[in-house]
């Protein structure tokens, strides 16, 4: 079973970027889909992006609030999943968690499915 570590997050401003890294431990890390959530205060936690297994293809999948401005990629040889945030907004302040939950899977957005989590970094957006 994998476990995650998330890192990257900070202050930016509104228009800005930052690229969030999610390093796993485990194998097989490559047939794993891994998901970016976030959850702000008072809010339900939110799939953003969702890169597929190697053998789906390493395809993204994105939320349509982040389509456009965020970008999901994997580096198989160093166990990352990056996510590149740009054009950042206020809207976009959270605590991003990455995630997974079984190998060979398909992606998902929906957080009930996941069990393997990174213990979050928080990103704030503001002027």
């Known amino acids: 079973q994998l476990q995650l570590v998330e890192s990257g997050g900070g202050l930016v401003q509104p228009g800005g970027s930052l690229t969030l890294s999610c390093v796993a431990s485990g194998n097989p890390f490559e047939s794993y889909p891994i998901a970016w959530f976030r959850q702000a205060p008072g809010k339900e936690r939110e799939g953003v992006s969702c890169?597929?297994?190697?053998?789906?293809?390493?395809?993204?999948y994105y939320a349509d609030s982040v389509k456009g401005r965020f970008t999901i990629s994997r580096d198989n040889t160093e166990k990352t999943v990056f996510l590149q945030m740009n054009s950042l907004k206020p809207e976009d302040t959270s605590v991003y968690f990455c995630?997974?939950?079984?190998?060979?899977?398909?992606?998902?957005?929906?957080?009930?499915?996941?069990?393997?989590w990174g213990q979050g970094t928080q990103v704030t957006v503001s002027s």
């Open positions: 890169i597929s297994s190697s053998d789906g293809g390493n395809t993204p």
């Open positions: 995630a997974a939950y079984h190998p060979y899977s398909r992606c998902s957005f929906n957080f009930q499915e996941y069990h393997v």
